[in-house]
């Protein structure tokens, strides 16, 4: 037999991808093992505490840091008057960097939150002591938080996508049309706040800035910090080897900033960590948003219209789009096919990327408005949807890389018992509870971008990994090591994933459900070198033997598709109309994701994403003072979001979807699990009370005030 039949059959014996595994660092952080970026270690440490603006607009008349530099402890007080100068006009990864991670450049305040100081102390008490005293004077100026859908200043807006994407006569199909719906939603501003705050630590080491950090890119954070202050990429080091959750807010930040400014200073390690509050300004967030909808179908409910139009807000020092027109190019196809992104400059904090951005609030929008027309044509809500499959995309009109919707759908009508549904709404009760079920469609992207790995094969029989990775919580780390295993046709006990260091190399960041694949792609083309190099035979010497890859002409040669995950959403609630509350009894997703690595994180990432999604619907609101211009409740006190007692049965499965166009048949779980779950609960509380919410969260006093018959608001 040959070599290589030999490890094709032990590849084969030994498969590790598609099984269930537990995370290979679990045991280190359930013990305190795994240190995250505000715990380790670091002599000389100082500490820094970022004050923030008290007005929603102005300018600083004056810092008065004298009292404050003579208070014990205190080290240095930063702010426009004395700070470096670093740059902010430079093209980064995702195009051009928020001004306000470019710390105390003027002194101008565009929104309430702005960072105007910060003091550096021996200790975090002492820092933040000095902190809270320090007196800083504005010249006020009137501002504007207001976001309302007729703002006359609101402008399209290309961020990722097109701004404008049209096609057909959008009015005469419309015109032509048996059945219109012509609908307004809306969804609150919406918040991230991972479980580990945002903290970072700069220190010099022999001529050479590290930055310990929490981010979802090693190297994304290395190369926007050189670029900031005009550093040689090679002299700076980043690492975040654990992550407590980013969610699209973890890159750069004015905590890093400010740590660098301070160390650079100092010449001793200085740390910064958010406090709670200061994550509702300077972390980012999701925009509020008022879509309007617009269907035309013939009776049986085919679309001959679709218009999705969205609005967002945004800061008035950087343009950020939240894209949620761009899910109805991909999910349906019309004659007349119209989207619309655009944004209206307030003074607000800069929103961000936030867990399937674009989708998440495009989503409800959209199958809430399909839900709607299903009524009013008196279909079946699923049988609608499939009578609207298209089979290209109904913009780019690309042939789809898959597109396993349909069995999706079929197999969750089948586990929910969708065949037993009455279409009817408000008919059954379980005592003081109207029940009713919903459904939704789901869509995320699944792109891949160009990444190197290492792979070592060590002396003693081992294999390390190295691949500038980021683990935010969704056991990257452990998918990496059992695709690393099958590769090499061993164990994944023989494996060790290092991830969370700039000096591996180039990799993509932990977004868009795009790391896993690009990581995959990568790990999998330098084991597979490796393996042959192995073939040859030989003896391991004491360094080992690496192969690195770089998939970058890999990537480059996909052939254009439209690339995506899908899914099925169902959902079970009951509401009381004499209280107004909203239970979620049971929800089950079926997804179309590709080939799923591990089970077990898998199901983890969907079902977290359908719990976020339950939170969307019901939950989820940041409010602003229109007086003050800031947050009413900035904390996970007065925001609120669903916690246990608000979690029934949430069940996550899939369908078998790999990607012919991947190595490893990859195309990610990351955000299609939060994609239309927030509108299958909103259709399921039709279905229970025969009121329609346009408008989230579904609050209690929106659902009494529905009940007596007040129009929703």
């Known amino acids: 037999m040959t070599t290589t039949t030999t490890a094709a059959t032990a590849a084969t014996a030994l498969r590790s991808v598609g099984t269930a595994h537990t995370r290979v660092e679990g045991r280190d952080k359930v013990t305190g093992a795994a240190r995250y970026a505000g715990e380790i270690p670091f002599d ?24 404050v530099l003579r208070m014990p402890g205190v080290l240095t007080v930063l702010h426009h008057g004395n700070a470096p100068r ?19 450049q003027h002194d101008r305040v565009p929104h309430a939150g702005w960072p105007v100081a910060l003091v550096v102390a021996e200790t975090s008490e002492q820092a933040r002591e000095a902190a809270q005293t320090l007196v800083v004077r504005y010249e006020q100026e009137p501002h504007d938080v207001a976001f309302t859908g007729d703002r006359p200043d609101a402008y399209a807006a290309e961020g990722h996508m097109p701004a404008v994407t049209e096609k057909g006569d959008l009015e005469a199909q419309l015109a032509a049309s048996a059945v219109v719906l012509d609908a307004e939603y809306t969804t609150p501003e919406e918040h991230h706040n991972s479980m580990e705050p945002h903290a970072a630590t700069a220190r010099w080491d022999d001529g050479r800035l590290e930055i310990v950090d929490s981010n979802q890119g090693t190297t994304w954070v290395q190369s926007e910090l050189a670029q900031m202050f005009s550093l040689d990429p090679s002299s700076v080091r980043v690492r975040s080897e654990h992550i407590g959750g980013g969610f699209g807010s ?25 406090t709670r509050r200061q994550m509702f300004t300077l972390a980012g967030y999701r925009s509020p948003t008022v879509q309007r909808v617009r269907l035309g179908a013939d009776a049986d409910g085919r679309l001959r219209a679709l218009a999705h139009d969205s609005l967002s807000a945004t ?85 789809f890389a898959g597109r396993n919707l349909v069995a999706c759908f079929q197999e969750g009508a089948r586990r929910f ?107 999998n083309l330098a084991a597979r070198d490796l393996r042959e190099q192995l073939a040859l035979g030989g003896t391991v010497p004491p360094e080992g033997i690496t192969a690195r890859s770089d998939t970058s002409t890999a990537v480059g040669a996909l052939p254009p598709r439209e690339r995506h995950s899908f899914g099925a959403q169902f959902a079970e609630v009951a509401v009381d109309v004499a209280t107004g509350e909203v239970r979620v009894r049971r929800m089950l997703g079926i997804f179309a994701a590709g080939r799923i690595v591990n089970p077990l994180t898998a199901r983890n990432q969907l079902v977290g994403g359908m ?95 529905a009940a007596g018959g007040a129009p929703d608001a």
């Open 315 to 399: 800061s008035t020092v950087h343009e950020f789009v939240e894209p949620s027109a761009g899910v109805a190019r991909v999910m349906y196809d019309a004659d007349a096919h119209h989207t619309a992104n655009r944004v209206v400059r307030l003074d607000v904090p800069t929103p961000t990327w936030m867990r399937a951005p674009g989708e998440a609030p495009g989503s409800y929008a959209l199958e809430a408005a399909l839900d709607e027309l299903a009524e009013k044509c008196g279909v079946d809500p699923i049988e609608l949807r499939l009578r609207n499959e298209p089979d290209k995309g109904p913009v780019s009109g690309l042939p």
């Open 86 to 104: 670093v740059k902010s006009d430079y093209v980064g990864m995702l195009g051009r960097p928020d001004p306000t991670a470019a710390l105390f």
């Open 611 to 705: 719990i976020w999604g339950i939170s969307m619907a019901l939950h989820e609101e940041a409010v602003r003072d229109g007086n003050l211009g800031a947050h009413v409740g900035a904390d996970l006190a007065g925001y609120h979001f669903a916690a246990h007692a608000d979690v029934a049965r949430v069940e996550a499965d899939w369908v078998d979807d790999p990607d012919p166009d991947d190595p490893v048949g990859i195309k990610g779980v990351g955000e299609i699990g939060i994609v239309g779950a927030a509108a299958a609960v909103a259709n399921a509380v039709w279905h229970a009370t025969g009121v329609r919410h346009r408008n989230l969260p579904i609050r209690p006093d929106r659902v009494l005030r």
């Open 250 to 274: 973890k890159g750069v930040r004015a905590h890093q900033v400010g740590a660098v400014m301070a160390t650079t200073l100092l010449r001793r390690p200085v740390r910064l960590v958010m």
């Open 417 to 523: 018992g969708w065949a037993d549904r009455d279409p009817r709404p408000g008919l059954r009760r379980d005592g003081r509870w109207l029940l009713g079920t919903g459904t939704a469609a789901a869509s995320f992207g699944a792109g891949a971008a160009p990444s190197t790995a290492a792979v070592t094969a060590e002396a003693d029989g081992t294999f390390t990994v190295r691949i500038s990775a980021a683990d935010i919580g969704t056991g990257a780390r452990t998918a990496l090591t059992l695709i690393a295993a099958d590769a090499l046709a061993t164990t994944p006990d023989r494996v060790r994933v290092r991830i969370g260091d700039s000096d591996f190399g180039p990799a993509m960041i932990a977004g868009g459900s795009m790391g896993t694949r690009s990581w995959a792609w990568a790990v």
């Open 44 to 67: 000389g440490l100082a500490h820094g505490w970022l004050v923030l603006s008290t007005v929603a607009r102005g300018r600083i008349r004056s810092v008065e840091d004298g009292p």
